[in-house]
C-alpha cells in the first residue's frame, strides 16, 4: 500500500511529533496553508488542487477536519480517503467533539494552539491590524462585536511546543480581547490512530475512490 499525507499545517508541529515517535507510513506529505480557512472556497481549491497532484497512490490520509463544509463536494482520485469525523482541527487535538462540547459547557471558549496562531492568518494579528487602521478604541469596540458571545480564550497544551512560553504570550493576547485565559490539556490519540492506520470504531470517514465527500458525513460543530 502507498500512503499519503495531505493535512493542515496548523496541525504540523503536532503531526510530526507522532510521526517521529511512532514512525512515518507516508510516501509523501503536503501542508495546506492554515490561514486559508477564513475563506472557505480557497481552501477547497487548495485542497482540491493538492490532491490533484496525487500520482501512485492507494490511500490519501486527510488531516482536517469538516472546515466550514470545506472538504464537502471533494471528489477522490484513484485512492481512496481517510478523514477524521471531526468538525475542525480543534476537536481533533482534543480527542474528540464530545469533549470540546464539555469545555464549551463552561462558556463559548475560543480555542488556540501554536500552530493556529503561528498562522499567516489568526484572529490576533487581525485585531492588531484593526488597532493600526483604526485606533485601539474602535478595534475594541469592533471585536466586542466579533468575540462578544466568547467568555474565555482556551490555550491546548498538545506538548508539541513550549507551553509555558505560549501560555505567558497568549495572557497579553487575552486581556486586550478581554477574554478569560483557559489552560487546557490536549489529547492527540485521535489524531495518532488517525496517522497510524487505526480507521476502525466508526470515528473516521472513508471515501471509496472516486466518491465524493460529503457535508452530512462530519459532526456538525456549534
Given amino acids: 500500500m502507498r500512503y499519503v499525507l495531505l493535512a493542515c499545517k496548523t496541525m504540523q508541529a ?7 515517535r511512532r514512525g512515518n507510513m507516508f510516501d509523501r506529505i503536503g501542508w495546506i496553508e492554515s490561514g486559508l480557512h477564513n475563506v472557505t472556497e480557497r481552501l477547497k481549491e487548495e485542497i482540491t488542487a493538492g490532491l490533484e497532484e496525487i500520482r501512485d497512490a492507494d490511500c490519501v490520509v486527510m488531516g482536517f477536519g469538516a472546515c466550514g463544509n470545506a472538504l464537502a463536494g471533494i471528489t477522490a482520485g484513484d485512492f481512496e480517503m481517510i478523514l477524521p469525523k471531526a468538525d475542525d482541527c480543534i476537536s481533533i487535538m482534543l480527542g474528540s467533539y464530545q469533549r470540546k462540547r464539555e469545555i464549551m459547557k463552561q462558556g463559548e471558549t475560543y480555542f488556540l494552539t501554536r500552530g493556529w496562531l503561528g498562522g499567516e492568518s489568526n484572529i490576533y494579528k487581525e485585531y492588531l491590524f484593526t488597532v493600526e487602521k483604526y485606533g485601539k478604541e474602535m478595534a475594541d469596540i469592533i471585536y ?3 468575540l462578544g458571545k466568547y467568555k474565555h480564550l482556551g490555550i ?7 507551553y ?27 489524531l495518532e490512530r488517525l496517522l497510524t492506520g487505526f480507521w476502525d470504531g466508526g470515528d473516521f470517514i472513508r471515501i471509496a475512490p472516486h466518491q465524493t465527500i460529503m457535508a ?3 459532526p456538525k460543530g456549534k
Fill in 14 to 20: 503536532e503531526m510530526e511529533q507522532i510521526l517521529d
Fill in 144 to 146: 466586542e462585536e466579533i
Fill in 156 to 162: 491546548i497544551d498538545t506538548k508539541a511546543y513550549d
Fill in 164 to 190: 509555558e512560553s505560549f501560555l505567558e504570550e497568549t495572557a497579553v493576547m487575552a486581556e486586550e480581547l478581554h477574554l478569560h485565559q483557559l489552560p487546557i490539556e490536549g489529547d492527540l490519540s485521535y
Fill in 216 to 218: 452530512d458525513m462530519f
